[in-house]
């Protein structure tokens, strides 16, 4: 876990949130790791279904929040808003892609 990086996965946050209990974090995480956030979310910029990938984003946003995955709540933050006001987001996408694969190497150090 010496290599979780603060940016990416705030564990100190996460678990002054949870009241510190590290066994109810890692399986916290393991269930999100357990979900395909990115493949429903890409099936709904490709459709064009902005609704459906506002609500998607903000979903990840919060838990992503919650968790204190820093950089991808952020991150679907502001792609949310791009979706939301219609501005190309194709760049954004590529980064929270990537963000969340760094994340996903991070938790996996974590559980």
Do not use: C, W
Not at 3 to 31: C, F, P
Not at 65 to 76: G, W
Not at 81 to 97: A, I, P, R, S
């Amino acid at each position: 876990m010496d290599k979780v990086n603060d940016e990416y996965v705030n564990v100190k946050d996460a678990l002054h949130r949870i009241g510190g209990s590290m066994d109810l974090y890692k399986r916290l995480l393991t269930q999100f790791t357990g979900t395909d956030h990115i493949g429903p979310l890409e099936a709904a910029l490709d459709s064009g279904d902005a609704g459906d990938a506002s609500r998607k984003l903000h979903a990840l946003k919060g838990v992503s929040a919650n968790l204190s995955l820093v950089k991808l709540s952020e991150i679907s933050a502001a792609l949310e808003y791009m979706v939301k006001d219609g501005v190309d987001h194709t760049t954004l996408f590529e980064e929270l892609k990537s963000v969340y694969d760094i994340t996903s190497q991070q938790i996996a150090e974590i559980i």
